[in-house]
């Protein structure tokens, strides 16, 4: 038996849905890893991961098995073996599972057995759970393969190790959420290493999907826990880890360690890569965007410019007679800092339009929120005209502070294709912006320096729909309402537990109304990247219509 071993994880993006381009990805990563023994692939990469409905119908999964054999064919050639993730059908149900190629065939299937049915992931109602599974055979030595969320619990890998497994290779479609690399591999990885006295490599993909986004940061440890080799955070990589077989078992060599984005960076990341691969993926040829001279919008334009270059997004400021000079010149500065196409265009002449057209309903009461969201909804339909006429996406700019409670127009500013910031609260944004005028992420195709005004970052946030109007005239203060929102929406606390922590009863309980009455909005809402463990939508599914109130 060799007492040596090659094995390269492919740590790639995927596009749900696209078998053959996904196959092609395969090949060429066995290319670069032609001395490897062994080469590995994400969770479900051949169909893509998560695939959701799709992956019920039968034509997919007939494309998928045709596929399947032909990179196994492949696998007659030089070059190594291949763990491919895959979607199989047995005994007539739908399985999760990863298929080795080896010698010219599929020499071999194993199934997912924990599926997980919480937050994002709906694994139960599309798969059947596979039985406790055996290990493979790769070039003589006996390989654990659990999938994803079976290390998450310790019975498959206790299973896989008292069937005679010396290596666990896990495959993986995790998420990105804050601080979930560190809960990989402290709180799960580690643990079932040893617990078996087994190494584990952890492959995850890469890229973003609809609210989701993955970050790589695949990783290998040792039996003893020790962390051997990390991959970069949000790049495609294949790495070839270097493996001995020692008296107390296989051990992986020590290789690169690399550096993974810490906060803020990892969130800004995030929300570049998300909406590189929304944009790209479904066809738009750049982006557009309200450019309002507030940091929402100027930190959406950052995000834009780096994830698609400045030559793809378009931001336009429409004034009204309510926008200051300021924020003519903060918007103008932005658009200049950045290098992206700008345009100015009034609303004033449709505002004026709308007062005349509504004036006789409208007439003996008094303006208030109804004309205030009429500007809104204008710029949402010039933006939505814009889109229409010259095909960019319109990205629209609302954060998780004002999506929670409301503090956005249905059919204006909330209008658009997907929203970088859906899942950022406010401070967060803040946050995330003065990083950027500092730094510029690996990935990014902006350019380095500020590129957020000063101004931008320090002004009261306003939404300047009326004179002299500031955000705080509606709402706490966003360094009280993002703790009570956390309290409330990330941790599903009752109003009595976030009084107790230190805030006003009437504040909390006016919050808490906000939130609820605001879920009518938010399930008509774009898509928006996964930052938090709970985000609308995926994560977090209210009713529309209920009465219930914690305090």
């Known amino acids: 038996m060799p007492d040596t071993l090659k094995i390269a994880l492919a740590q790639l993006n995927q596009s749900v849905g696209d078998i053959a ?47 399947l054999q032909t990179l196994a064919e492949a696998s007659a050639s030089d070059g190594p ?10 005994d007539g149900a739908l399985h999760n599972g990863v298929a080795l190629l080896d010698q010219g065939k599929i020499a071999a299937v194993r199934l997912k057995h924990e599926l997980p049915n919480y937050g994002t992931f709906d694994e139960m109602r599309l798969f059947q759970p596979g039985p406790l599974p055996e290990p493979v055979i790769v070039r003589g030595t006996m390989i654990g393969v659990p999938i994803c969320e079976d290390i998450w619990r310790p019975e498959v890998c206790r299973h896989l190790a008292d069937f005679g497994s010396e290596i666990f290779i896990c495959i993986n479609g995790s998420p990105y959420e804050i601080n979930k690399d560190a809960l990989r591999i402290e709180g799960v990885a580690k643990r079932r290493a040893v617990d078996t006295g087994l190494p584990l490599a952890y492959l995850n993909r890469v890229g973003g999907q609809d609210e989701l986004v993955f970050d790589g940061a695949s990783f290998v440890v040792n039996g003893d826990g020790g962390l051997a ?33 810490t906060h803020p960076e990892d969130i800004y990341c995030a929300m570049v890569l998300s909406l590189r691969d929304y944009v790209n993926r479904n066809g738009f040829p750049g ?7 507030g940091i929402d919008s100027a930190a959406c334009a950052a995000i834009a410019v780096d994830a698609l270059g400045a030559d793809r997004v378009w931001g336009v400021m429409m004034p009204s007679r309510f926008t200051s000079q300021e924020s003519l010149d903060d918007a103008a500065a932005c658009a200049k800092a950045l290098g992206i196409r700008y ?45 229409n006429k010259f095909g960019p996406m319109l990205v629209t700019t609302g954060n998780k502070s004002e999506m929670s409670v409301g503090y956005a127009t249905i059919y ?42 000063d101004n931008i970052l320090t002004k009261a946030p306003s939404a300047e729909l009326r004179a002299d109007q500031r955000d705080c005239d509606s709402l706490p203060p966003y360094d009280v309402l993002d703790p009570i929102l956390i309290g409330l929406v990330e941790h599903d606390k009752s109003v009595e537990q976030v009084v107790a922590e230190g805030f006003e009863r009437e504040t909390v309980q006016s919050v808490e109304r906000l939130l609820h009455l605001a879920e009518y909005k938010r399930r008509q809402a774009p898509p928006g990247v996964k930052l938090t463990a709970r985000n609308f939508g995926r994560d977090r ?3 529309i219509t209920h009465a219930f109130r914690s305090g």
């Open 21 to 67: 381009g996904n196959a092609r990805a395969v090949l060429e990563a066995r290319r670069k890893a032609q001395g490897s023994d062994l080469i590995v692939f994400p969770e479900l990469h051949l169909v893509g991961y998560p695939p959701e409905d799709l992956i019920l119908k039968p034509s997919l999964i007939e494309r998928a098995a045709a596929e």
């Open 81 to 90: 073996a291949m763990l491919v993730g895959s979607a199989f059908v047995l």
């Open 229 to 261: 080799v990390q991959l970069r955070d949000w790049e495609e990589q294949v790495v070839e880890t270097a493996w001995t077989k020692t008296a107390q078992g296989w051990r992986c060599d020590r290789g690169a360690l690399e550096t993974l984005a």
């Open 287 to 293: 982006v557009v965007l309200g450019l309002s001279g």
């Open 343 to 387: 345009t100015v265009m009034p609303i004033g002449n449709a505002v004026d339009g709308f007062d005349a057209m509504l004036g006789a309903a409208f007439d003996g009461t008094h303006r208030d929120l109804a004309e205030e969201n009429l500007q809104s909804r204008i710029r949402g339909t010039a933006l939505m005209a814009l889109s």
């Open 412 to 453: 204006g500013d909330m209008a658009g294709g997907y929203n970088p910031l859906k899942d950022a609260y406010k401070m967060t944004v803040c946050a995330v912006a003065r990083w950027r005028n500092q730094h510029v992420p690996r990935i990014a195709l902006g350019p380095a320096g500020p590129v957020i005004p």
């Open 541 to 543: 599914r209210y009713p």
